[in-house]
């Protein structure tokens, strides 16, 4: 639990644009600095290796935040279907599916839709026939 307080908070740090100009400010002093160091390998060395570091960082942390945003909207849709009458409960395990079998539903539900066209005057009305874009 500590782990995903920390990260949470470390994102949404890192995420500021107080953060991106404190490294946009860093990138630009290690720049100016070039030619005090005369460009030597030391110096190119430091932005690369600090870059390499944070990125390797960053990795884990976004990841670990993703894992955690996933797992909410999932929750939220869980209750949602929980609680519609005309849902089907079997969505509600799909995490068990192996990828043809996902792949097989998707065909299916994009089978049900084939067919239908939101109106964009009614503002999300459905409408039952496609439009036919000749007739005038």
Known sequence: MKFAKISQKLALWAGSPKTFM???ILIGLWGLSGPIFDYN???QLIINTSTTIITFLMVFLI???QNRDTDI????IDELLLVTKEAQNAMLGLEALDLKQLEAL????RSLGEGEVFNLEGLGE???SKQD???C
Not at 73 to 76: M, P, Y
């Open 106 to 109: 998707r065909r299916h539900y």
């Open 41 to 43: 390998d030391t110096w």
């Open 126 to 128: 459905k409408s039952k």
């Open 63 to 65: 990841q670990n935040t």
């Open 133 to 135: 874009l000749n007739e």
């Open 73 to 76: 909207l999932h929750l939220k």
């Open 22 to 24: 404190g490294a946009l």
